[in-house]
């Protein structure tokens, strides 16, 4: 039996090893500390939607033809199906087009059979980005709509702001799926406001009006993708959208339960304000309040509220999120904050000079910094076990990180312009462009009755052994109730159990030498960890179950 152990460990050894060489697909796992559950990727330069285990190995996945790209975002329904993004790969000659351009959305079942299409490219709106799929089967949808010179002029933008004498600015449709029927709208272009030309339409005081879009304020260089509209969400208690603009460095909030008529004006809906903005926030400077100092988000993606498969009791429900791509000259954050909601006023709360808070209240860095910056793309979600998932999306390095800071598991797309990357290889940035990187828990509906199986990696050459051998060991800690802490220890590693009267322990270095053998009763032991060198060391109970100890002095 020690044979047999001490191959086990030797084996463990060498693929803790090999793992920590790995370049693409699975880099960590610390099984003990990840939440447990599949991994939704669409990466972009090809048209395949994967849904991977823990391990990296693809348990299921939707192909389209060579001929179509992501347009960008894929969801899973509880029911199995698919509602995903997509546009034609060539794009030459489109006549609105920019970096995130979709054009078709479309619903998938299970088997990749086609449920329903819905397109829209053509001179004057194009899809992109983002959808919000709703409780009611409808799905919220954001598209470029051309503004011509004379439109632009006539409401206000300077022409200095016009070097090419069009704006595509953004607007939202809802789509019922039943009828092929857009049921709802709203239109930025009703919610103006400009203190350039006082002959032309929405002139006022813009520090007077945070409710409305300053026309001219732009960080684009005058081009027709003036938002960028990256993201898109929805409140089904509040019945509220929110949208991420970048380019405001701002999220947006806009009130659902107006008609298409009140969503074009200043008055309706449970608000009371049409389709003004409720609530701003990320940079008061777009709406001529605050200072430079009062700025927080920089070009974010993927703005929500935080509710995706969380318990109403989670410390984080019902807040809000956002990626920080540009927060730093080399590194990203992820934030968490808390709007000023009124539910008595059916209000967010205006502060002195702008929306608050005057800053997050939790954020997000990875440890050694850099892994997580991108300029744009990217992703963050708050898993239902304390941890949070990030991408950060232009080097596809996806990562999972606990409260305290620790990185227990780690994977970066293994794509290289679409085609599957080889173990060894060192990615760039822009290789293996990810939108997104979503878990979804175990006992998903969706998964009900599914077979998911591992059916092989995205990657050529997987590191696999690592995995599968660590897993198998954790699978036999399923039926103890056993506790290490603190791990990493500094000098002293209490072990806590719920088990029998007597128990027999082994400590076995990463060389397979026996450190440390006793027995304990009472259901707690203190180990003297000052004399052992650092490193990883594996805990052996009752001649099966095995535990990581890790010391750190």
Known sequence: MIRNLLTLLFVIFICVGVQAQNTVGLLSYDFSKVYDGYNLMYPHNQSTTYLLNNCGEIVHSWTDEDDVRPGNTAYLMPDGNLIKTKRPAAVAGNPIWAGGGGAIVEIRNWDNDLIWSFEQNDEFRRLHHDIAPLDN????????????????LQAGRDPALLPDAKLWPDYILEVNPSTDEVVWEWH??????????????????????????????????????????????????????????????????????????????????????????LY???????????????????????????????????????????????????????EIFTPPWDMYNWAYTYGSDNWGPAEPETTFFHPDTFPMYSTGLSSVQVLPNGNTLLSAGRTGYSFEMTPDNEVVW??????????????????????????????????????????LAGVGYVELDPAIDFCDISTSIIENNKDYQFRIYPNPANRMITLEWDGWMLDRFEIYDMLGRQIESFEATGGR???????WDPGIYLLRINGEQVRKLIVSH
């Open 137 to 152: 089967g409808n799905i919220l949808m954001v598209s470029w709509e051309l503004r011509t010179e004379a439109e632009c």
């Open 188 to 277: 930025t272009w009703d919610h103006l406001v400009q203190d350039f030309d006082a002959t032309k339409d929405n002139f006022g005081v813009i520090a007077d009006h945070p409710e409305l879009v300053d026309i001219n304020y732009e960080t684009n260089n005058g081009g027709p993708d003036w938002m960028h509209v990256n993201a898109i969400d929805y409140n089904e208690d509040l019945k509220q959208i929110m949208i991420s603009v970048p380019t405001f460095s701002e999220i947006w909030v806009i009130d659902h339960t107006t008609t298409t008529a009140q969503a074009a004006s200043h008055t309706g809906g449970f608000s009371g304000r049409g389709g003004d903005l």
């Open 280 to 334: 701003r926030w990320g940079n008061p400077l777009a709406y001529q309040n605050g200072t430079v100092d009062d700025q927080v988000l920089f070009y974010q993606h993927d703005v929500q509220w935080i509710d995706d498969h969380l318990s109403t009791t989670h410390p984080q429900y019902g807040k809000m999120a956002a990626f920080n791509n540009r927060v730093g000259a080399d590194f990203s954050t992820a």
């Open 410 to 451: 780690e994977y970066r797309t293994p794509l290289v312009g679409g085609n599957p990357a080889t173990q060894g290889d060192t990615l760039v940035i822009n290789n293996n462009l990810t939108f997104r990187f979503k878990r979804y828990p175990k006992n998903y509906q969706a998964f009900e009755d599914k077979d």
């Open 525 to 531: 032991k203190y180990l003297d960890t000052s004399d």
